[in-house]
C-alpha cells in the first residue's frame, strides 16, 4: 500500500549586507517576526558575522565567499533583502540577487542609491515590527555594540524599497511557477 504525504518546505529569507551590524539595524525586526512565523532565515555579510546577535533574531549568519559554492536559491526562496551599495559594487551579491528575482522571491533593498537593474519607484515596503520583534532586535542591536537609537528614528517601522527587475536584465523574472509544495510518496 502507497501512503501520499504532502510535505509543504518552509519559506526562506536571505538577508544580504556588508555586516551582521548593519543587517541587524536595518532589517533585525522584519527578519525576526518572519523566524518567529516558522521562516528558514539566513543573513549573508562580507565578512564572518559575530552569530551571537543574529541567533537572537532566528537568524544563522554566511560569509558571501558561500555564493559561489553554494548559490542561495530554489523553490523555497521567497524574499531577499538587500543593502543597495553592496549590490552595486559586489559581482557575486547582484547576480545571487537576480537570480532569485528570475526564481519569483520578493526583493525588498535599503540603504541610498538605487540599482540600474531594477525599475524605479517600484513603492515602499514598510514592516511594523511585533512587539516580540523590537525587543529581540532591541538585544540583538546591543550585542552588535551599537547604540540602541542608532537605527532609524521610528524603532516600530522598518522601511525597504521593492525592487522589480527590468525587462530585458540577465535573469529576469518569466513566469511564475507553482511551488507550494511537493508531494512525497512512500511505498
Given at each position: ?21 548593519d543587517?541587524v539595524?536595518?532589517a ?8 518567529i ?23 544563522r ?19 531577499v ?20 528575482a ?5 526583493i ?24 516580540a ?25 522598518e ?5 522589480v527587475?527590468r ?11 507553482h ?9
Amino acid at each position: 500500500m502507497a501512503v501520499t504525504t504532502e510535505h509543504f518546505l518552509r519559506p526562506r529569507l536571505t538577508a544580504i549586507a556588508p555586516s551582521a551590524a548593519d543587517v541587524v539595524r536595518c532589517a533585525g525586526g522584519w527578519l525576526f517576526d518572519r523566524a518567529i512565523a516558522g521562516w528558514d532565515v539566513t543573513v549573508i555579510t562580507t565578512g564572518h558575522p559575530d552569530p551571537r546577535p543574529l541567533r537572537m533574531l532566528g537568524a544563522r549568519g554566511r560569509d558571501v565567499a558561500i555564493l559561489r559554492a553554494h548559490p542561495v536559491t530554489g523553490v523555497c526562496l521567497e524574499a531577499v533583502a538587500v543593502r543597495c551599495d553592496l549590490y552595486q559594487s559586489d559581482e557575486r551579491v547582484r547576480e545571487m540577487v537576480l537570480r532569485a528575482a528570475a526564481g519569483h522571491a520578493e526583493i525588498r533593498v535599503w540603504g541610498e542609491g538605487w540599482p540600474a537593474d531594477f525599475r524605479p519607484g517600484a513603492g515602499l515596503v514598510p514592516h511594523h515590527l511585533s512587539l516580540a520583534a523590537r525587543a529581540f532586535k532591541a538585544q540583538a542591536v546591543s550585542a552588535c555594540g551599537l547604540a540602541a537609537h542608532s537605527g532609524p528614528p521610528d524603532d516600530e517601522v522598518e522601511v525597504f524599497r521593492r525592487a522589480v527587475v527590468r525587462t530585458g536584465t540577465p535573469h529576469s523574472p518569466r513566469r511564475r511557477a507553482h511551488r507550494d509544495h511537493v508531494r512525497i510518496t512512500f511505498s
